[in-house]
Protein backbone atom coordinates (compact mmCIF):
# COMPACT_ATOMS: atom_id res chain seq x y z
CA UNK A 1 0.00 0.00 0.00
CA UNK A 2 1.08 3.55 -1.10
CA UNK A 3 1.53 5.16 2.44
CA UNK A 4 0.57 9.25 2.24
CA UNK A 5 2.85 11.91 3.51
CA UNK A 6 0.44 14.17 5.45
CA UNK A 7 2.99 16.82 5.06
CA UNK A 8 2.36 17.09 1.12
CA UNK A 9 -1.19 15.90 1.69
CA UNK A 10 -3.36 19.10 1.13
CA UNK A 11 -7.39 20.09 0.90
CA UNK A 12 -8.35 22.22 -1.78
CA UNK A 13 -11.59 23.51 -3.42
CA UNK A 14 -12.27 21.45 -6.61
CA UNK A 15 -11.70 23.14 -9.61
CA UNK A 16 -12.89 21.85 -13.94
CA UNK A 17 -9.88 20.59 -14.33
CA UNK A 18 -10.44 18.12 -11.60
CA UNK A 19 -13.49 17.25 -13.39
CA UNK A 20 -11.89 13.86 -14.90
CA UNK A 21 -10.38 12.59 -11.49
CA UNK A 22 -13.09 13.70 -9.96
CA UNK A 23 -15.43 11.92 -11.96
CA UNK A 24 -13.51 8.67 -11.16
CA UNK A 25 -13.95 9.25 -7.33
CA UNK A 26 -17.83 9.92 -7.62
CA UNK A 27 -18.58 6.38 -9.38
CA UNK A 28 -16.41 4.82 -6.64
CA UNK A 29 -18.47 6.29 -4.43
CA UNK A 30 -21.31 4.27 -4.61
CA UNK A 31 -21.27 2.30 -8.58
CA UNK A 32 -24.37 0.11 -8.21
CA UNK A 33 -26.33 3.27 -7.48
CA UNK A 34 -24.70 5.42 -10.02
CA UNK A 35 -25.18 3.04 -13.03
CA UNK A 36 -28.77 2.53 -11.85
CA UNK A 37 -29.30 5.72 -11.53
CA UNK A 38 -28.22 7.08 -14.74
CA UNK A 39 -28.79 4.32 -16.39
CA UNK A 40 -25.24 3.98 -18.11
CA UNK A 41 -22.18 2.04 -17.08
CA UNK A 42 -18.34 3.29 -17.48
CA UNK A 43 -17.09 4.47 -19.67
CA UNK A 44 -20.14 6.21 -20.76
CA UNK A 45 -20.98 7.46 -17.25
CA UNK A 46 -17.23 8.82 -16.82
CA UNK A 47 -17.99 11.27 -19.41
CA UNK A 48 -21.50 11.99 -18.33
CA UNK A 49 -20.08 13.10 -14.55
CA UNK A 50 -17.26 14.70 -15.97
CA UNK A 51 -19.47 16.91 -18.25
CA UNK A 52 -21.82 17.10 -15.10
CA UNK A 53 -19.46 17.99 -12.73
CA UNK A 54 -18.68 21.34 -14.91
CA UNK A 55 -21.73 22.74 -14.93
CA UNK A 56 -23.52 25.06 -12.21
CA UNK A 57 -25.77 23.73 -9.41
CA UNK A 58 -26.16 20.09 -10.21
CA UNK A 59 -25.70 16.93 -7.91
CA UNK A 60 -22.52 16.68 -9.04
CA UNK A 61 -21.15 20.21 -9.55
CA UNK A 62 -17.53 20.69 -8.33
CA UNK A 63 -18.41 24.52 -7.20
CA UNK A 64 -19.32 23.00 -3.78
CA UNK A 65 -16.33 20.30 -3.48
CA UNK A 66 -13.01 19.88 -1.90
CA UNK A 67 -10.23 17.68 -2.80
CA UNK A 68 -7.41 15.91 -1.33
CA UNK A 69 -4.26 16.29 -3.69
CA UNK A 70 -0.82 14.23 -2.73
CA UNK A 71 2.16 14.93 -5.28
CA UNK A 72 0.15 16.58 -7.93
CA UNK A 73 -2.69 13.27 -8.02
CA UNK A 74 -6.24 14.19 -6.91
CA UNK A 75 -6.63 11.48 -4.31
CA UNK A 76 -10.08 12.00 -2.70
CA UNK A 77 -13.11 14.49 -2.38
CA UNK A 78 -16.20 15.33 -1.03
CA UNK A 79 -18.92 16.68 -2.33
CA UNK A 80 -22.00 18.19 -0.33
CA UNK A 81 -24.52 20.67 -0.21
CA UNK A 82 -28.02 22.41 1.48
CA UNK A 83 -30.55 19.61 2.01
CA UNK A 84 -33.08 21.94 0.74
CA UNK A 85 -31.41 22.22 -2.52
CA UNK A 86 -31.79 18.20 -3.13
CA UNK A 87 -34.45 18.39 -5.24
CA UNK A 88 -33.38 21.73 -7.35
CA UNK A 89 -30.25 19.84 -7.86
CA UNK A 90 -32.02 17.10 -9.24
CA UNK A 91 -34.19 18.80 -11.48
CA UNK A 92 -30.66 20.72 -12.77
CA UNK A 93 -29.37 17.78 -13.18
CA UNK A 94 -31.85 16.25 -15.77
CA UNK A 95 -31.98 19.76 -17.35
CA UNK A 96 -28.16 19.28 -18.46
CA UNK A 97 -28.42 16.04 -19.64
CA UNK A 98 -31.37 16.06 -21.75
CA UNK A 99 -30.43 19.89 -23.21
CA UNK A 100 -26.41 19.86 -22.77
CA UNK A 101 -24.06 18.05 -24.46
CA UNK A 102 -23.81 15.45 -22.01
CA UNK A 103 -22.75 12.48 -24.20
CA UNK A 104 -26.00 10.42 -23.30
CA UNK A 105 -29.02 9.42 -25.11
CA UNK A 106 -32.06 10.85 -24.74
CA UNK A 107 -33.43 7.46 -23.60
CA UNK A 108 -30.83 7.08 -20.82
CA UNK A 109 -32.33 10.61 -19.96
CA UNK A 110 -35.61 9.84 -19.32
CA UNK A 111 -34.98 6.03 -17.67
CA UNK A 112 -32.28 8.07 -14.99
CA UNK A 113 -35.57 10.63 -14.41
CA UNK A 114 -38.16 7.88 -14.08
CA UNK A 115 -34.96 5.88 -11.61
CA UNK A 116 -34.44 8.99 -9.57
CA UNK A 117 -38.07 9.32 -9.06
CA UNK A 118 -38.57 5.63 -8.11
CA UNK A 119 -35.81 5.56 -5.66
CA UNK A 120 -36.92 8.89 -4.09
CA UNK A 121 -40.79 7.19 -3.37
CA UNK A 122 -38.98 4.13 -2.07
CA UNK A 123 -36.26 3.80 -0.94
CA UNK A 124 -34.14 7.39 0.30
CA UNK A 125 -35.25 8.61 3.95
CA UNK A 126 -35.95 11.94 4.09
CA UNK A 127 -33.84 14.87 4.14
CA UNK A 128 -34.42 18.15 6.41
CA UNK A 129 -33.98 21.98 5.52
CA UNK A 130 -31.71 22.19 8.58
CA UNK A 131 -29.49 19.39 7.45
CA UNK A 132 -26.01 19.58 4.86
CA UNK A 133 -25.83 16.32 2.74
CA UNK A 134 -23.05 15.01 1.79
CA UNK A 135 -23.36 13.59 -1.50
CA UNK A 136 -20.24 11.88 -2.24
CA UNK A 137 -17.07 11.40 -0.27
CA UNK A 138 -14.40 8.91 -1.63
CA UNK A 139 -10.36 8.26 -1.52
CA UNK A 140 -8.43 6.31 -4.19
CA UNK A 141 -8.49 2.46 -3.17
CA UNK A 142 -4.46 2.68 -2.81
CA UNK A 143 -5.12 5.60 -0.72
CA UNK A 144 -7.47 4.58 1.88
CA UNK A 145 -7.48 3.87 5.74
CA UNK A 146 -4.76 7.05 5.74
CA UNK A 147 -6.82 9.32 7.04
CA UNK A 148 -8.13 11.26 3.97
CA UNK A 149 -11.76 10.70 4.67
CA UNK A 150 -11.70 11.62 8.15
CA UNK A 151 -9.89 14.70 7.08
CA UNK A 152 -12.46 15.10 4.02
CA UNK A 153 -15.18 14.89 6.78
CA UNK A 154 -13.74 17.07 9.29
CA UNK A 155 -13.62 19.89 6.82
CA UNK A 156 -17.08 19.27 5.38
CA UNK A 157 -18.23 19.41 9.14
CA UNK A 158 -16.58 22.88 9.99
CA UNK A 159 -18.17 24.26 6.97
CA UNK A 160 -21.59 23.09 8.36
CA UNK A 161 -20.92 24.51 11.24
CA UNK A 162 -19.80 27.96 10.19
CA UNK A 163 -23.09 28.14 8.01
CA UNK A 164 -25.09 27.44 10.89
CA UNK A 165 -26.43 24.17 10.18
CA UNK A 166 -27.74 21.73 12.71
CA UNK A 167 -26.94 18.22 10.89
CA UNK A 168 -24.97 16.55 8.17
CA UNK A 169 -26.59 14.03 7.19
CA UNK A 170 -25.53 11.13 4.18
CA UNK A 171 -27.12 7.99 2.57
CA UNK A 172 -25.38 4.49 3.06
CA UNK A 173 -26.50 1.56 1.24
CA UNK A 174 -27.54 -0.94 3.76
CA UNK A 175 -25.39 -3.38 3.41
CA UNK A 176 -22.19 -1.29 2.96
CA UNK A 177 -21.24 -2.22 6.94
CA UNK A 178 -17.42 -0.53 6.16
CA UNK A 179 -18.95 2.59 5.62
CA UNK A 180 -21.60 2.68 8.29
CA UNK A 181 -19.33 1.57 11.12
CA UNK A 182 -16.33 4.34 9.56
CA UNK A 183 -19.31 6.95 9.88
CA UNK A 184 -20.24 6.39 13.42
CA UNK A 185 -16.62 6.53 14.24
CA UNK A 186 -17.03 10.00 13.42
CA UNK A 187 -19.75 10.60 15.72
CA UNK A 188 -22.58 9.50 12.65
CA UNK A 189 -25.86 7.56 13.74
CA UNK A 190 -28.56 6.12 11.85
CA UNK A 191 -31.94 7.79 11.96
CA UNK A 192 -33.43 5.95 9.62
CA UNK A 193 -33.09 2.80 7.39
CA UNK A 194 -35.39 2.58 3.86
CA UNK A 195 -35.29 -1.01 2.45
CA UNK A 196 -36.52 -1.06 -1.30
CA UNK A 197 -38.72 -3.90 -2.62
CA UNK A 198 -37.05 -6.98 -3.82
CA UNK A 199 -37.01 -6.67 -7.45
CA UNK A 200 -34.10 -3.93 -6.82
CA UNK A 201 -32.17 -6.68 -5.82
CA UNK A 202 -31.14 -7.50 -9.57
CA UNK A 203 -29.47 -4.30 -9.55
CA UNK A 204 -27.94 -5.00 -6.56
CA UNK A 205 -29.78 -2.10 -4.01
CA UNK A 206 -31.25 -3.39 -1.02
CA UNK A 207 -31.78 -0.14 0.66
CA UNK A 208 -30.49 2.76 2.43
CA UNK A 209 -29.84 4.05 5.60
CA UNK A 210 -29.44 7.54 6.35
CA UNK A 211 -26.67 8.67 8.64
CA UNK A 212 -26.74 11.91 10.76
CA UNK A 213 -24.28 13.47 12.81
CA UNK A 214 -25.92 16.50 15.26
CA UNK A 215 -23.62 19.88 14.96
CA UNK A 216 -25.59 22.22 17.10
CA UNK A 217 -28.32 21.78 19.46
CA UNK A 218 -31.82 23.46 19.01
CA UNK A 219 -32.38 26.67 20.70
CA UNK A 220 -34.99 25.05 23.35
CA UNK A 221 -32.53 22.58 24.19
CA UNK A 222 -29.89 24.87 24.57
CA UNK A 223 -32.10 26.91 26.86
CA UNK A 224 -33.33 23.90 28.90
CA UNK A 225 -29.56 23.13 29.06
CA UNK A 226 -28.89 26.93 30.28
CA UNK A 227 -31.50 26.73 32.90
CA UNK A 228 -30.18 23.59 34.07
CA UNK A 229 -26.66 24.58 34.65
CA UNK A 230 -27.85 28.07 36.22
CA UNK A 231 -30.15 26.42 39.09
CA UNK A 232 -33.14 26.31 36.80
CA UNK A 233 -33.66 29.56 35.52
CA UNK A 234 -33.93 29.97 32.19
CA UNK A 235 -32.58 33.23 29.90
CA UNK A 236 -33.77 34.40 26.67
CA UNK A 237 -31.75 36.87 24.47
Do not use: W
Amino acid sequence: MLMLDKTQAVLRPASTSDAVSCARLIHLCGPRIYEFQFANRPPTLFHLFEYLSQQNHNLLSLSQATVCEHEGMVVGMVLGFPARDAKKRSLSTFRSMLFGRSGVSIASCVRSVFRFARLDALGYPALHSDEYFISNLSTLESHRRQGIARRLLMHIEQFAIENDFRKLSVYVEVDNTCAIESYERCGFTKAETDFLPPRFEQHGLKGFSKMVKVLKADAEECSMKSGNNQGGKRFVN
